[in-house]
């Protein structure tokens, strides 16, 4: 414990579950689903992906920054939901990053995907009608602009960088967030992700793969918001859904300083990659990702209250997971929430927004529940199936693992 830790000051997400923090949070508490029609794209004839997790609109009245100029020109919507969390989420914090803090204030928000359906567009027409991209088409797919644009935003000015781990992007921005702060080499980190993968191509490659929700033969019918069901022993892949998260990582003695309020922090942290497939995850790997940040945490199994599973919905992905959780806690295996149960799979943006979701649920002492679930024998597991939960949380463990074998994990601590 020491002045540089990596104290949580404030956070925003949107996600299928609305636009308010405050909404979205009472939402999963019930149980709600945010899994609806795909209706982002006009789906051709055939199209074998028909369900989604989509976001709300956001009104750019509301937010000068979001004129309807600047969404002409920053097309690819990641831009303003990036922008909008990190908005929200620096003020929630109460930081003014003035001239004397932006030198010191670090950027690492980041996409998996960025802008391409920007590019997409812009090759659309010029195949159909020799139109020559317009000048921002470029800018749009650069993943890294998602970063520089939040910089331009808020006036950040210390070290940026894109941190693209797949699925976990996330919660490695914060990660890597935290290393600036232990480093010395920044005193506040805007962290986050955001993604809008509902494009014709990247959804029907999901389905190529095996991945996405494909139903059951005689359950085509069922309704979307049953469709995504972690740790289930009917689970039948994930569904595709778009969103955005922004946490503030400030050091402990920063927020003192400047009487910055926090109920959290990040203890510990651990990353692997599997160097094994490119899918499919890897036991050894996972589990040693996960022990690394219980040890990283100086903490032991037994410490950790409750756990926020990547728990994608596939097959072989949850089987993985739920292996390493009993080879680390064995039968004393804490509950485990499943996020992805309520809002789909937010591609790089999950992490992130399942974090936030775990600090409220440590924040008011609640676990909310996994949905749809349907025992599986070979996957003993409390996922709080019942409904929302109350339980004290000091610790909690929150897993992500992305393609290529990119994993991470880490410990959140509740501030007394």
């Known amino acids: 414990m020491g002045g540089k830790d990596a104290v949580i000051v404030g956070y925003d997400a949107i996600s299928p579950l609305g636009n308010d923090l405050g909404k ?6 019930e149980g709600r689903s945010g899994i609806g029609p795909l209706t982002r794209f006009q789906l051709p004839d055939k199209f074998p992906v028909h369900i989604a997790g989509q976001v709300p609109d956001i009104e750019h009245e509301e937010y000068p920054f979001l004129s309807a100029r600047h969404q002409a020109a920053w097309s690819s919507p990641v831009f ?16 003014e ?18 802008g391409l359906d ?3 567009s812009a090759d659309r027409k010029l195949q159909a009608e020799n139109k020559l991209p317009l000048p921002y088409v470029n800018p749009n797919s650069c993943i890294n602009m998602v970063g520089g644009k939040i910089a331009i935003l808020t006036g950040a000015r210390g070290p940026i960088t894109s941190t693209i781990t797949a699925c976990a992007t996330g919660l490695t921005s914060m990660i890597i967030g935290a290393m600036f702060l232990a480093q010395n080499r920044a005193d506040v980190v805007i962290c986050g992700a955001v993604d809008f993968a509902l494009v014709e191509p990247i959804v029907a490659g999901f389905y190529t793969m095996n991945g996405v929700y494909n139903p059951q033969k005689g359950r085509e019918n069922d309704l ?7 740790f289930s022993a009917d689970r039948r ?7 955005a998260g922004a946490v503030i990582l400030t050091t402990r003695e920063f927020a003192e300083a400047h009487g910055l309020s926090y109920k959290a922090e990040l203890a510990g942290w651990g990353m692997t990659s599997d160097a094994h497939h490119f899918v499919a995850p890897y036991f050894d790997t996972v589990k040693k990702c996960m022990l690394d940040a219980i ?29 390493a959780l009993k080879a680390i806690f064995g039968d004393a295996l804490p509950p485990v929430c499943a996020n992805k149960s309520l809002i789909g799979h937010a591609m790089g943006a999950s992490s992130v927004i399942e974090s936030i979701f775990a600090l409220r649920g440590m924040e008011d002492s609640i676990v909310p529940p996994t949905i749809n679930y349907t025992p599986d024998p070979e996957i003993e597991i409390d996922c709080v199936a019942e409904g929302k ?21 880490a410990i959140f601590k509740k501030h007394h």
């Not at 979307?224 to 972690?230: F, G, Q, Y």
């Not at 037994?302 to 739920?322: L, M, P």
């Open 237 to 243: 892949g994930f569904v595709i859904s778009e969103g």
């Open 389 to 409: 939960r109350s339980l004290e949380q000091e610790f909690i463990l929150k897993n992500s693992f992305g393609f290529g074998g990119c994993n991470a994990c």
């Open 24 to 29: 979205q949070w009472q939402q999963a508490l």
């Open 97 to 114: 990053i003035s001239p004397d803090i932006a030198l010191r204030t670090a950027v690492t928000y980041s996409s998996a995907i960025g």
């Open 80 to 95: 303003k939901y990036s922008m909008l969390s990190v908005a929200r989420a620096l003020k929630r914090s109460g930081i």
């Open 118 to 120: 920007a590019v997409l």
């Open 295 to 323: 040890t990283d945490a100086s903490l032991v199994p037994r410490d950790i209250a409750a756990i926020n599973a990547h728990a994608a919905s596939t097959r072989v992905g949850d089987k993985v997971e739920y292996e």
């Open 224 to 230: 979307p918001e049953m469709a995504s069901r972690p």
